[in-house]
């Protein structure tokens, strides 16, 4: 039986010889293996393969290390989370603890109820480096009876800016046909008015090339009685020297005239 000993020599690849077997790691065992000459590959592939199977703890430590890092990312450089504290504390006995190191920016507790805290508080000072002297310094120290306990808190999420609810266009429109040509959007909102129709919007349709009046257009009101009584109120009347017509429409308001009723609105509030 031929003898092959096993031999490292970094980091050449692995190959064969005559008598000897080149490897690009060393071996876990360091002894001489004897192996035949038919059986020596697949020697040399059960090994390669141990010796991937002993890289994989390494490739998963790395990858908890690499969560470690994105959870130590989340945790905030200047907010404190205080732990322990008596449930009757308010920010004004916990006040004085954290100014002798810093500016404080911030203090809240978790509330059980009105009166009673749940024994937390969140404690947000100028700067790392405050925020940092007071853990250090106030980190299992004395309070009203009780030991705090001190860490980093999470950042403080911000609420989104509630913004003020735009008031409800006029969706009750009604069409009026038979225009005069001469007639604008101004005019229109004039005549219905002038009987106390309460029109908030008027418009005129144009077409173009050239530019001139349509001859029909709409009124808008903000309540359906309002435009039930308008339709009843000025169907066939003489405006301009023409009978108009008047009907029902489910007609959108175009963007320019929602822009104006909005701009109206504000200025009457």
């Known amino acids: ?41 697949s020697n040399l592939q059960l ?73 937390l508080a969140f404690v947000t000072m100028g700067s790392h480096e405050e925020a940092l002297a007071a853990l250090n310094n106030l980190e299992s ?15 403080k999420k911000k609420k989104p800016s ?13 069409f009026v046909a038979n225009l005069p040509f001469q007639a604008t959007a101004n005019d229109l909102k004039d005549f219905f008015n002038a009987d106390n129709a309460n029109v908030v919007s008027a418009e005129v349709i144009f077409q173009d090339n050239p530019r001139r009046s349509a001859g029909y257009g709409f009124v808008s009101f903000n309540t359906k009685a309002d435009a039930e009584a308008a339709l009843t109120a000025f169907q066939g009347k003489e405006f301009m020297g023409r009978a108009i017509r008047v009907a029902r429409s489910r007609r959108f308001l175009r963007q320019e005239t929602k822009s104006a009723i909005q701009s109206e609105s504000a200025e009457v509030n």
Not at 141 to 150: A, P
Request: proline share 10%.
């Open 1 to 41: 039986m031929a003898a092959f000993r096993l031999v490292y020599l970094p980091p050449a690849a692995a190959q064969f010889s005559h008598n000897h077997l080149f490897l690009l790691s060393p071996p876990p065992n360091p002894c001489l293996l004897c192996l035949t000459t038919k059986h020596r590959r």
């Open 162 to 174: 509630s913004l003020p609810q735009p008031k409800p266009l006029p969706v009750h429109n009604l």
């Open 141 to 155: 120290t004395e309070f009203e009876g009780r030991v705090l306990k001190l860490n980093w808190a999470k950042p």
């Open 47 to 119: 090994f390669l393969a141990q010796v991937q199977v002993q890289a994989q703890p390494t490739i998963k430590s790395e990858t908890a290390n690499e969560n470690v890092v994105e959870e130590e990312e989340e945790v905030s450089k200047t907010r404190l989370l205080v732990q322990n504290v008596p449930w009757t504390c308010t920010v004004d006995d916990i006040r004085p603890l954290f100014e002798n190191y810093g500016t404080i920016v911030d203090i809240e507790f978790s509330m059980y109820n009105k009166t009673k805290n749940r024994g």
